[in-house]
């Protein structure tokens, strides 16, 4: 579709355009668009901007992904038609593994999204077809089904667009959190350890820039960024500016 460029929601026409372009080449399942829905009203409340809070969280979750051992992303049919490329930079960057873990899991989605992440330059794409061999305890979605060395073995995860049933069951296995949701009153943005509450497509370019920039520091910095953010309170300032002052 032609979105004329002055048109005053053009941004957020475009990156709907993003989302239905995925799901016709089969990435996105028709239930992302009906998901996409949900996060664009609350990117509505927000202002359509990345607040402070999505930017102190930005920069808690680059550092979070740098310090650990075996960092793990997992990416979905959204992920994928919003921010393949930038997915693949930041995971080149803090050395984080990429796996494919969906909730409307279908052997075709899995090869399409394994495409085009391979397409963007992506080297290794864990968690395709019978290489989600283990299972995560106590869980009955489809999400359950992970790789032996991305997803199960990692210490740290970075799960966007997630839902809260895996999100708890992957902390409740000792499993360090972050997520992008843009709704922080869901179950997946009170469980995880560190929430951004912005939208993956200014998400991801934030965490880029933090890890360029945090590389670069003593690792003591980032430990302290990390041991003083407080997800709580962050999510409290996101709920702060959708309340505003009417
Ligand atoms: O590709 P699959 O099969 O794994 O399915 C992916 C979806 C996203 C359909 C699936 O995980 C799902 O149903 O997600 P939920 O439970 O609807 O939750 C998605 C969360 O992400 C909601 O809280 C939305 O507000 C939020 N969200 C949606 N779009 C964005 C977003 N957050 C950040 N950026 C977005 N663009």
């Known amino acids: 579709m032609n979105i004329p ?11 709907r355009e993003l989302l239905v372009t995925g799901f016709r080449n089969g990435l996105v399942a028709p239930e992302g668009l009906i998901a996409h829905g949900r996060g664009e009203a609350f990117d509505y409340l927000l202002g359509e901007h990345t607040t402070k809070a999505a930017r102190d969280a930005a920069n808690a979750a680059s550092s979070m992904l740098l310090l ?24 080149h960057v803090t050395g984080a593994a990429i796996e494919v873990n969906l909730f409307y899991r ?54 966007p667009l997630e839902d809260g049933d895996r999100a708890e069951a992957l902390v409740n296995m000792g499993k360090t959190v972050i997520t992008i949701d843009l709704n922080p009153l869901s179950r997946t943005a009170k469980v995880a350890h560190i929430t951004i509450v912005d939208n993956i497509i200014r998400a991801i370019p934030e965490m880029i820039v933090a890890a360029k920039q945090l590389k670069e520091k003593n690792a003591s910095v980032m430990k302290r960024i990390v041991e003083e953010f407080d997800n709580k309170a962050n999510l409290a300032k996101s709920l702060n500016i959708i309340r505003g002052d009417i």
């Open 106 to 159: 279908t052997t075709e989605r899995e090869m399409a999204i394994e495409k085009e992440l391979k397409k963007n330059k992506a080297k290794t794409i864990l968690g395709i077809g019978s290489e989600a061999s283990m299972r995560i305890p106590e869980l009955q979605s489809e999400r359950r089904r992970v790789d032996p060395n991305g997803i199960y073995k990692a210490d740290t995860l970075l799960v």
């Open 68 to 91: 650990s051992k075996y960092p793990v992303i997992s990416v979905n049919g959204n992920v994928t038609a919003l921010c393949a490329k930038g997915i693949i930079e930041l995971s």
């Open 5 to 15: 460029s002055n048109h005053p929601r053009a941004k957020s026409l475009y990156i």
